[in-house]
């Protein structure tokens, strides 16, 4: 079954359906949420509550072949209001617990939670996460919905609700400001 016939499926009540939907984005919308809020828990968050606003919203879906760009669009609010979330917190300052006699000092806490299934790849791949961390959430943005999830300009114009133009200067500036992150010239977004 294709995506077409998967999303009908579960429009018309078949949760198993939905779920191969599930499997079949999952990896897809987690790099990308990773690569926008630069968190694995936020990320995993983010993909679990586009998925149950999705399952919640499928019957209005107007065209099933849009489905991806649909899905994507609901992850890209999740994060937005994630980033906006986080943006309100106050830090309240590191604290350090002192040490009893005889001890290391114990390690400050920064407030963030542990990363519980932190990314493990080879060290190019990780000089690209870390390069994509060190970018604005705009350009994170476009450069996942483009490469992570493999959508097109149009699509990800659909999905950030902008001019496709804008989409292919917002890819290159991107795509300059990576390459600077990592030391190498800037490759140029073919246009689609």
């Not at 999830?149 to 989409?167: E, R, S, Y």
Request: aromatic share 6%; glycine share 8%; hydrophobic share 45%.
């Amino acid at each position: 079954m294709d995506d077409l016939q998967l999303v009908e499926a579960a429009r018309r009540g078949n949760d198993r359906a939905f779920a191969v939907l599930v499997r079949l984005h999952e990896r897809a919308l987690y790099c990308t949420a990773f690569s926008i809020l630069g968190s694995s828990w936020d990320a995993s968050d983010a993909v679990q509550d586009a998925f149950l606003e999705a399952y919640a919203r499928i019957d209005t879906l107007r065209d099933a072949s849009r489905f991806k760009p649909w899905l994507v669009r609901i992850l890209v609010n999740g994060c937005y209001d994630a980033l906006g979330r986080r943006r309100r917190l106050v830090p309240v300052g590191e604290t350090v617990e002192p040490p009893a006699t005889g001890e290391r000092p114990a390690r400050a806490s920064t407030g963030q939670p542990e990363e519980a299934h932190a990314f493990i790849g080879t060290e190019a791949q990780l000089d690209l996460f870390r390069a994509l961390r060190a970018l604005d959430e705009g350009d994170r943005m476009v450069l996942a919905l483009r490469y992570f999830l493999d959508l097109k300009v149009g699509d990800v114009a659909t999905a950030l609700d902008i001019p496709a133009g804008t989409v292919k200067s917002r890819i290159n500036r991107a795509l300059g400001r990576l390459a600077q992150g990592l030391g190498r010239h800037a490759p140029l977004e073919v246009a689609q």
